[in-house]
């Protein structure tokens, strides 16, 4: 600061005594004064020292829809990436979880001054690039030269799509699943099923020996899940996006046909009943506990089997290979995450861009399939992973990176999603036909629609 200071007044003094000088001459002698004073010097790790105006160096704004504690290992990262003052951008991420995020969003991102990277749910996603409020991303993932699943760029884009655009990053991905007990599994003899008889014959095999098949916790969205692991296979995402657009309905009879499958499973002791009451605590502590063999969600809900199995000798994975239909369209209904996204209208594009780039690179890509046992959406990039049913899963999602393999329960609204999972479970009550959950379903849809 002395130094900034004293070549301040130097280059003022100069300025004083040239009295044959213009004004703009003079103005232009500061600024560079000013400028040179401003810089800093920084080693490189390399050794080499460059100048870098830390005055000059953009704050972007990062905000996340989850906690901290969903991405721990990102708090660190950054903190590394602001240290070093030859970066050209600072980030600044902010956690606000759950609460009132959509609403803060949507405001902000209407502002004069939207921050720069913004995390979207795939629903709230479709809206924002559907109504070209985002930044198309196709040519800086290309020139990145990140290789992408090819499911994961489709989910990237709005659910009319015909320019393949890319209006985001997808970050995680899982697969809706079904999770075994291996010790139960190996004691009984049992291997694992791969179609709906084989299925069956497990679940009976089960039955006998005095466990529950599957279960799952269909008082919330695992639920939905049990569909989205059919429909996926039955009739693919089109039947999905042409619902949402009003262009097809939730009770085509391929949707509902769907739904019978997982009825008759429901009917054929393969699903539990007592699952219609269980949240995915209690479905999780069935489980872990040994009274059911199975367990019904996506992979993602491996951490919390994990916390609840801490400390005891349970070993799990998931069953590789699902055919509930003959020659399915896909082999597994995947969920590529949130979208991480730039504001069309940002202030700063590069500047974006810069923190997009880090943020999702391999280092930091790399270090969350290693820290955080997380499957990314480069193949690649994955080879870093440990735990069994991760490593299942992501060899599952090299085989169904099509659009065909959209999740469900992303691709449709709050609202139906609701009514959906609270008609699931009527129907494993018993108290619901397939037909009838999906007719009620759909009526939702065309109220929700026509307040639109």
Known sequence: MRKKILLFLLVASMILSLTGCGAQASTTSVKEATSAADETQSTKSDGTTVAVASSERKTVRVYIKWTEAQLPNWPALIDEYNADDTNPIKIEATYFGSEGYDDKIKADMTSDDPPEIVQLMKTTFNEYSANGDLLELSSFIKDNGWNYNKGALAWAGPLNNPKN???????????????????????????????????????????????????????????????????????????????????????????????????DLVTSGVIDKSSADYTDDDAIAEFVSGNAAMYSAHTGMATAIDS?????????????????????????????????????????????????????????????????????????????????????????????????????????????????????????????????????????WEEESAQK
């Open 165 to 263: 655009e890319v209006f985001g990053i997808p970050d995680f991905a899982n697969t809706s699943c079904i999770f075994y007990n291996t010790k139960i599994f190996d004691e009984l003899g049992l291997t694992q099923p791969t179609d709906i008889e084989s299925l069956k014959a497990v679940s009976k095999t089960l039955n006998d020996n005095g466990y529950k098949a599957i279960v799952t916790g269909a008082t919330n969205w695992c639920a939905s899940d049990l569909l989205a692991k059919v429909q996926a296979q039955l009739t693919g995402s089109d039947i999905l996006v042409k619902a949402y657009n009003n262009e097809a309905k939730y009770n085509d009879p391929t949707l509902v046909k769907a739904l019978e499958i997982v009825n």
């Open 308 to 444: 609840v199995a801490q400390g005891t000798d349970f070993k799990y994975n998931i069953i590789e290979k699902m055919d509930f239909v003959a020659n399915p369209l896909t082999s597994v209904s995947v969920t590529w995450g949130s979208m991480w996204c730039i504001p069309a209208n940002v202030k700063d594009k590069e500047a974006a861009l810069e923190a997009m780039k880090f943020l999702w690179s391999e280092d930091v890509a790399k270090n969350d399939v290693e820290q955080l046992g997380k499957i990314v959406n480069v193949d690649a990039w994955n080879a870093g992973l440990t735990h069994p049913v991760a490593l299942t899963a992501s060899k599952q999602l090299v085989g169904a990176g099509t659009a065909d393999s959209f999740y469900l329960l992303d691709m449709v609204s709050s609202k139906v999603m609701d009514n959906l999972n609270k008609g699931i479970q009527e129907m494993i009550q018993g108290k619901a036909t397939p037909q009838e959950v999906m007719d009620n379903v759909q009526k939702t």
